[in-house]
């Protein structure tokens, strides 16, 4: 039976975080209830397939009341699921208490992914954060203590007012607590956020400081045992994310809830964002799918390679003519000259990867790879 990977979208926060475009909602939870009963319904039909990792992420998971974590844990019974799965929920400090870790943990959960930003209590608040970092700190031990042995934090750099000095200590303060995995974001201010109306491109650190934060990031973690192997995520050896991985190497995953988008055999579709509509559809329909389309070839030929080139590791040069029937130099050889001239690809045997210099400016080179008809 083939694998596949399975998102479950929680999308209600106790606040909306200013920075955030994902489909998430604050004061929504009179529609807590109704929308597992919908979730759980929906988690049904993926009862036939045998599921490699879960990934709850939202909105802020641990946000749900015990009785839904709990119905959302029965509901998860029935699923089929790989000897040595990886599942992993999002968190955010403020919502863990001991009674929904354990839930968590009897659900099957064993890997936590905690939402930080930044050390410093004044850039949490100008963030829009519930947080100060005295109840990171808390929630972190609090998840230790109970026996979570696979933890990512989450950290942003180039925020309004934040100085190298400041992501240094940042860096510094969260290695000492030894987590897992890390992952660490550029801000990027999104239209249609308070973020986008607040700040100006002006009002952020400039593009050589965050150049120069990313550049600390990188050496920083890399001396302190972290091994980077995608743009942004940075782990101990082996404790990479199986997950994400999924999705960087265009393999099929399963989206359930509000919002959540699929990727199944060549076919991309995607679940009513609106959680009202999105529970009637479930109850009335069994689906929730407003959009579905079969990827073309050059389709999958460029998310394959805008994909897997955010992987430090890049990607197979024998996979990508396995996969696609074509050899790779006959579709991007003039792009692969060009950057490999300017040092910003490199081939190594059967891998195709960004150097350093290219990973700096990646958006710029991937959009290269958009095959024009």
């Known amino acids: 039976m083939k694998e596949t990977a399975l998102y479950i979208h929680i999308p209600f926060c106790k606040q909306k975080c200013l920075y955030c475009d994902f489909p998430s909602f604050a004061n929504s939870e009179g529609l807590m209830e109704r929308y597992i009963e919908a979730l759980c319904k929906e988690i049904k039909s993926v009862c036939n ?4 990792t879960i990934f709850i992420g939202g909105g802020t998971p641990t946000y749900l009341n015990l009785d839904a974590l709990e119905k959302l844990k029965k509901s998860l019974e029935i699923l089929d ?6 599942f992993t929920i999002e968190g955010n400090p403020g919502t863990f208490t001991k009674e929904k870790l354990k839930i968590l943990k009897d659900m ?8 930080l930003q930044a050390a410093q209590d004044k850039l949490l608040k100008k963030l829009g954060r519930i947080h100060d970092f005295n109840s990171f700190i808390d929630s972190y031990n609090m998840a230790r203590s109970m026996g979570f042995k696979n933890i990512n934090i989450d950290l942003m750099f180039g925020l309004p007012d934040q100085t190298i000095e400041m992501w240094k200590y940042t860096l510094e303060t969260i290695v000492r607590l030894n987590p897992e995995h890390l992952s660490c974001y550029s801000l990027i201010l999104e239209e249609g956020t308070p973020f986008f109306n607040l700040y100006s491109e002006k009002d952020l650190p400039s593009e050589d400081i965050v150049s120069e934060m990313y550049s600390i990031t990188k050496d920083f973690l ?8 995608e743009i942004s995520n940075f782990s101990k050896q082996n404790l990479e994310c199986k997950h994400n991985l999924v999705y960087w190497n265009l393999k099929n995953y399963i989206g359930i809830g509000s919002g959540a988008h699929s990727y199944y055999n060549g076919i991309r579709y995607r679940n009513e964002t609106d959680v009202q509509k999105y529970v009637e559809k479930v109850m009335g329909y069994g689906n929730a799918i407003v959009e ?3 990827n073309t070839k050059e389709d999958n030929i460029e998310e394959f390679m805008f994909l897997g080139l955010r992987k ?6 024998k996979e990508f003519k396995r996969r696609f029937g074509k050899d790779i130099f006959l579709v991007y ?3 692969i000259k060009k950057y490999e001239c300017e040092n910003m690809i490199i081939i190594k045997e059967d891998r195709l990867y ?7 400016i990646s958006n710029y080179i991937l959009s290269d790879f958009i095959i024009k008809i």
């Open 108 to 115: 099957g959960v064993n890997r936590l992914s905690i939402g």
């Open 354 to 360: 960004l150097s350093s210099r290219g990973i700096e």
């Open 49 to 52: 397939k045998k599921v490699s």
């Open 81 to 86: 699921l790989s000897k040595n799965i990886e």
């Open 312 to 317: 430090i590791n890049g990607i197979s040069i």
């Open 333 to 335: 050889g003039n792009i």
């Open 292 to 294: 579905s389309y079969e």
């Open 222 to 229: 890399n001396s302190k045992g972290y091994f980077q192997y």
